[in-house]
């Protein structure tokens, strides 16, 4: 990808579980963006966290974020079904927008 | 939020054609952009859409093979160039809006090249 990678590629879990997933970047950023993407859907926003915050919530997710790393970690507690998907970071690098290469979300019913 | 579409939604074509894809907003918005997702893929950015002056493209991707248009600022088209099967992806327009940080996209032109 032109940013960075996300671990793991994929990853399934039973239902009420919870999931990780991570990123890694490589520049200066001024924000990180995580999207949700079903399959053959477009892309849905769910949470931005800025280059000066560390932890970030809402509703079952929780982001960090850790600059000196140059890193991040999606977390979403109490799967459902419904949250298999593809999920990417996306960073801003300063009016440049790249993503990450996705993790792929499996969650058993 | 912004809204954003696209025009064709999806499209088939033979090698050697051009395509040009549309993309509406409905606010005005300071930044564009064109990414490809290949199937199975993440988003690659392809470049920046300028309003009133050429677009700012990524490494790999040059004007002759993907001309960008932007003539204000909430309409822009791509043109994918003497395509080939290697351009069968889906182009996605984004755009940034809010405080200028939250990144929207619009759902996205299937293209399939024979």
């Known amino acids: 990808s032109q940013q960075g990678e996300e671990d793991p590629q994929a990853l399934s879990i039973q239902e009420g579980e919870n999931a990780t997933m991570n990123c890694s970047y490589k520049?200066?950023?001024?924000?990180l963006q995580w999207y949700r993407q079903n399959s053959g859907r477009g892309l849905v926003h769910l949470i931005l966290?800025?280059?000066?915050?560390r932890e970030k919530h809402s509703g079952r997710l929780r982001v960090t974020l850790d600059t000196s790393k140059k890193s991040s970690s999606l977390l979403i507690t109490a799967s459902r079904a419904a949250d298999t998907a593809s999920y990417f970071c996306?960073?801003?690098?300063?009016?440049?927008?790249?993503f990450g290469s996705g993790t792929k979300l499996n969650v058993k019913p | 939020s912004a809204v954003i579409s696209q025009k064709p939604s999806r499209d088939i074509c033979q090698r050697g054609t051009s395509l040009t894809i549309q993309c509406q907003v409905d606010?005005?918005?300071?930044?564009m952009f064109w990414y490809r997702q290949q199937p199975g893929q993440s988003l690659t950015l392809i470049a920046t859409?300028?309003?009133?002056?050429?677009?700012?493209?990524e490494s790999g991707f040059v004007i002759d093979k993907f001309p960008i248009s932007r003539p204000n600022l909430t309409f822009s088209t791509l043109t994918v160039s003497n395509m080939s099967p290697e351009d069968s992806s889906i182009y996605l327009c984004?755009?940034?809006?809010?405080?200028?940080?939250?990144?929207?996209f619009g759902p996205g032109t299937r293209l399939l090249v024979l």
């Open positions: 606010s005005q918005v300071t930044m």
């Open positions: 520049t200066s950023i001024n924000n």
């Open positions: 996306a960073t801003d690098a300063f009016n440049k927008f790249y």
């Open positions: 984004s755009v940034v809006g809010g405080l200028q940080e939250t990144q929207y």
């Open positions: 859409a300028n309003q009133g002056s050429e677009a700012t493209y």
């Open positions: 966290i800025r280059s000066n915050e």
